[in-house]
């Protein structure tokens, strides 16, 4: 069975830092391309972070500088580091997977496609003093 599971959402202070796993079983991430996106109530899923199997990355604009994504093969988990975090971070966050010859950039899956064939579970975040 194919399968994401999320883990390190919770409640942080403005200004604050966490760290979102994503953990692949039944298949190696080394072949996928791997995108966080979140979801805030009555707002559209945004892409905010893609990574290719080559290592070129897309970030959204609202998280340049400030998120970084990363893949641990032999961990076979990927991982998004979000610092200095903002109240408009809020949302619900989801990893998700698109094998590598299905998608043409990292653009696509994060602007066009967002989303992979592949889903987490969904982690809250949520940034508020």
């Known amino acids: 069975q194919l399968q994401l599971v999320e883990s390190g959402g919770g409640l942080v202070q403005p200004g604050g830092s966490l760290r979102l796993s994503c953990t692949a079983s039944?298949?190696?991430?080394?072949?996928?391309?791997i995108g966080w996106f979140r979801q805030a109530p009555g707002k559209e899923r945004e892409g905010v972070s893609c990574?290719?199997?080559?290592?070129?990355?897309y970030y959204a604009d609202s998280v340049k500088g400030r998120f970084t994504g990363s893949v641990d093969n032999a961990k076979n988990t990927a991982y998004l580091q979000m610092n200095s975090l903002k109240p408009e971070d809020t949302g619900v966050y989801y990893c998700?997977?698109?094998?590598?010859?299905?998608?043409?950039?990292?653009?696509?899956?994060?602007?066009?496609?967002?989303?992979?064939?592949?889903w987490g579970q969904g982690t809250q975040v949520t940034v508020s003093s």
């Open positions: 039944g298949f190696t991430l080394d072949s996928y391309a």
């Open positions: 990574i290719s199997t080559t290592g070129d990355k």
């Open positions: 998700a997977a698109v094998p590598r010859l299905r998608i043409r950039t990292v653009q696509v899956m994060c602007v066009i496609k967002k989303g992979g064939d592949y």
